[in-house]
């Protein structure tokens, strides 16, 4: 059983930059990030292999949120900059023992708890 401990939310204007941590008990195949607003279903974010050779974004994303691993630290990160009031949700750390839809939800059997990102406009 691996435990997935998130951080680093909190109250950003859009336009502003957060950093998301994730800290993993123990090793996962891949570990990606999901969000949920408010009224809608959980969205991929980002995903990475535990090596971190091989990232993946989703398009509302890509080129404005950074995902990297500390293998080290067994840390997963998500830098998010030029944040938008539409990047308003909950984001959960996931992880998955195998799989290869990195996209979808249901190939992680690992979840946080979650940590809250509000961009006010």
């Known amino acids: 059983q691996v435990q997935l401990v998130e951080s680093g939310g909190g109250l950003v204007q859009a336009g502003g930059s957060l950093r998301l941590s994730c800290a993993a008990s123990?090793?996962?195949?891949?570990m990606a990030w999901f969000r949920q607003a408010p009224g809608k279903e959980r969205e991929f974010v980002s995903a990475?292999?535990?090596?971190?050779?091989?990232?993946f974004y989703s398009d509302s994303v890509k080129g404005r949120f950074t995902i990297s691993k500390d293998n080290a630290k067994s840390t997963l990160y998500l830098q998010m900059n030029n944040l938008k009031s539409e990047d308003t949700a909950v984001y959960y750390c996931?992880?998955?023992?195998?799989?290869?839809?990195?996209?979808?939800?249901?190939?992680?059997?690992?979840w946080g708890q979650g940590t809250q990102v509000t961009v006010s406009s």
């Open positions: 996931a992880g998955s023992s195998g799989g290869v839809r990195v996209r979808s939800a249901n190939e992680y059997n690992y």
């Open positions: 123990g090793r996962t195949f891949t």
């Open positions: 990475s292999t535990w090596s971190g050779g091989t990232t």
